[in-house]
């Protein structure tokens, strides 16, 4: 069934620290707190929307959510969880901060029908955490995942790669940790110099330098690419597009890109290419025959054929002929070449 999220923002709402790259007014265009009432509304219009027989979750956003005293956690959750009983909605998620959960905040989430929470981490590396001004460190995300896993409420992580202080060793260490939490889904947001922050400051001064787009599709891909052959599902690479993101007095500078995630995964496409020419090509061979699930077409290619190109220059092919093939299986790659037939996915890229 298809996923269909109602997203209430709460913008900053319960955070106990600024962090130093965040501004959820600029993000999400919302200038001030909701109230309950404004929630169950937002709910029930978006409900006459919606094809029904999609899997709807409510979905709280833009704050510290569990960081806010109960009782307006249970104002703010109540709609939903009316929505929930009556089977006009299916799951409750929010987000929050590692450090603002215990075993009471899961005991009220769970009365209250939320299961699933996404912990804002960013990152696993204490220094890194310690330059953006997170105020908490990686011990509290291993703790707040082993107590909500142990209650049963599905636990996702967002991680933001291109931090200050933050190279590929940091980001390695990152990820590998990542994996031994057993989150059970991770989001992955590249940071964005947003107006109105302490980052754009430090922007202007010439104190940061965000990744260039290149290099934040390239950690984006590769943290997608470890979670996946390690089984847990990645269900976001940057931002969702919208007008506050593409507004140049909101996003100063950074790699935003309205279609990030196709970028991603036409680059992890990239990297099946040159990983099978590194695994299997030979020297003398010159034409490479490539098929590919149709809706996969535009990702395997890359933007302006670039996949292609930089696949034949490097490795002096000289005709890589492509076709949609609909018995290939999304995101896999049969590749014909010199008689021989291969069957590329994810899991044969090696990765350190
Ligand atoms: S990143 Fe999270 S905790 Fe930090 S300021 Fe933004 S909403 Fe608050």
Redesign the pocket.
């Known amino acids: 069934m298809k996923h269909y999220i109602i997203p209430v923002f709460i913008p900053?709402l319960g955070?106990l620290?600024?962090?130093i790259f965040?501004n959820?007014k600029k993000i999400t265009g919302c200038q001030t707190p909701v109230t309950a009432n404004q929630v169950s509304t937002m709910i029930y219009e978006r409900l006459n929307t919606i094809n029904q027989k999609r899997w709807i979750e409510v979905a709280f956003y833009?704050?510290?959510f569990t960081a806010l005293p109960e009782n307006i956690q249970n104002e703010l959750l109540a709609p939903a969880s009316r929505a929930l009983r009556n089977g006009s909605i299916h799951a409750i998620r929010l987000s929050t901060?590692p450090d603002c959960i215990n075993k009471d905040i899961i005991a009220n989430l769970i009365r209250q029908g939320v299961t699933i929470v996404e912990l804002?981490v960013q990152s696993l590396d204490n220094h890194v955490l310690t330059s953006a001004r997170?105020g908490h460190d990686s011990q509290s995300v291993t703790n707040a995942v082993k107590l909500l896993k142990e209650s049963g409420i599905h636990c996702g992580l967002q991680l933001m790669p291109g931090l200050p202080g933050e190279d590929w060793v940091s980001l390695i260490k990152t990820v590998r940790q990542a994996i031994t939490l057993h989150p059970e889904f991770v989001r992955i947001y590249p940071v964005i110099v947003i107006a109105d922050t302490v980052l754009a400051r430090l922007y202007s001064q010439g104190s940061y330098q965000p990744l260039s787009l290149e290099q934040a599709v390239a950690r984006s891909a590769y943290m997608k690419l470890v979670f996946e052959q390690q089984g847990i599902e990645v269900i976001r690479t940057g931002l969702q597009a919208s007008a506050e993101l593409d507004n140049k007095t909101n996003v100063i500078s950074g790699p935003y890109h309205p279609a990030f995630g196709e970028l991603v995964d036409s680059y992890i496409f990239y990297l099946m290419l040159a990983g099978f020419m590194e695994q299997k090509w030979r020297a003398s061979e010159e034409k490479l025959i490539i098929r590919h699930h149709p809706q996969d077409c535009s990702k395997v290619r890359g933007q302006c054929n670039n996949n292609i190109n930089k696949l034949t220059a490097a490795y002096n092919i000289t005709k890589a002929t492509l076709y949609a093939d609909s018995s290939v299986k999304k995101g896999c790659l049969l590749l014909e070449h010199h008689g021989r037939v291969v069957l590329f996915n994810k899991n044969l890229i090696k990765c350190i």
């Open positions: 900053h955070c620290h600024q962090c965040c959820q833009g704050g510290s901060r804002g997170r």
